[in-house]
């Protein structure tokens, strides 16, 4: 009777000690709850970035709103874990946080047009917010609207002033009375309810190129200036072409001396037509009377396996040094379109 009362015993806790493993289990497995933040605030991300627009084609990363001339400014929100409802941020364009400022300026309001005007909707199930501009063509005429790396000219100062569904805006802690917004010195913690949001472009043609040719002396004696070819493509001399307007870009060339030391470079701008074709001459300040023609074909070389855009180049320049009349034929094959993300350093009046 003893022994029947014992193994009863048993058999319940073991039959409670599977119940309990099997509750432990089915918790494990399950996704942890928690609650949102106190706090639910809304702020940009960047105070001073650099959009550069991507014409043309680039295999490095999505570029269609680039090409249909518009991009997005980005506001986010901080606080949730899940975003469960829409959200509204406000804003305006601010041109006096650009009071003190000296290295850039206001993007004239002609040169562009907001999709939306604010307020702008963070939707639920998201925690961005996506102001769209479009660019108008008065934009690419501009020559402020393009520039070398960490070269910034235009922005679109941009600042929330006031946000639905969200407890505060980063509007910062300042240490001193009526501090400035964009002065890193005014500041405890930095605001980050405004920022000023630098635009520019970079035309189809622009990016580093793999060069091939030849530079031929035909006057007064004709010999050979300079040959540069390798046995592949991709070993050839890079050569950096750069924007210079919307359907304009500048490269140089070593003046070719045969064995003479070089005295420098030879510096080109094309001009391109729409069919692609291209007139040569001298960029401004070079005085070595550059004439000649191109034409730029998408897909029509290739190195890596790979189809790339080609510029094919014939043209003349004068060597004043030495009385000398060169005829260059190049072959420059697209290596990269030397896009990379960029911040600028605000300058104070």
Not at 295 to 303: A, L, R, S
């Amino acid at each position: 009777m003893n022994n029947c009362k014992f193994f009863h015993s048993m058999k319940t806790r073991n039959i409670i000690l599977l119940i309990s493993a099997v509750i432990a289990m089915s918790c494990s497995n399950s996704e942890p709850e928690f609650d949102d933040y106190d706090v639910i605030a809304a702020y940009f991300p960047y105070q001073t970035p650099a959009r550069t627009l991507i014409l043309g084609k680039y295999d490095q990363g999505f570029n269609d709103n680039d090409n249909a001339h518009n991009f997005e400014i980005t506001a986010l929100m901080t606080g949730v874990r899940e975003n469960g409802k829409e959200r509204s941020i406000y804003f305006e364009v601010d041109n006096s946080l650009l009071n003190n400022v000296k290295n850039v300026k206001a993007l004239p309001a002609e040169y562009y047009t907001m999709e939306r005007i604010s307020p702008v909707i963070i939707p639920s199930g998201d925690t961005k917010a996506r102001i769209k501009v479009q660019l108008h063509d008065a934009f690419f005429q501009d020559t402020l609207s393009f520039g070398a790396v960490n070269t910034t000219n235009y922005v679109i100062p941009l600042r929330m002033t006031k946000a639905e569904n969200i407890d505060s805006l980063l509007t910062g802690v300042s240490i001193v009375d009526n501090p400035d917004r964009v002065n890193p010195e005014d500041w405890e913690v930095l605001p980050k309810d405004y920022t000023l949001f630098g635009i520019k472009y970079m035309n189809k043609y622009h990016g580093n190129y793999l060069r091939r040719g030849e530079d031929l002396i035909t006057e007064p004696s004709n010999r050979i200036g300079r040959v540069y070819h390798e046995e592949y493509v991709e070993d050839d001399e890079v050569v950096f072409v750069e924007t210079t307007g919307f359907n304009k870009v500048k490269l140089e060339n070593l003046i070719g001396r045969g064995e003479q030391t070089s005295p420098g470079n030879v510096v080109l701008e094309l001009t391109f037509n729409d069919d692609g074709t291209c007139t040569i001459s001298s960029f401004k300040g070079d005085q070595y009377n550059i004439t000649g023609s191109g034409k730029f074909v998408e897909e029509g070389d290739e190195w890596g396996g790979k189809p790339r855009d080609v510029i094919y180049l014939n043209y003349t320049y004068e060597d004043i040094d030495n009385t000398e009349t060169h005829v260059v034929n190049d072959t420059l094959v697209v290596r990269d379109r030397t896009a990379v993300f960029e911040e600028f350093e605000v300058e104070f009046k």
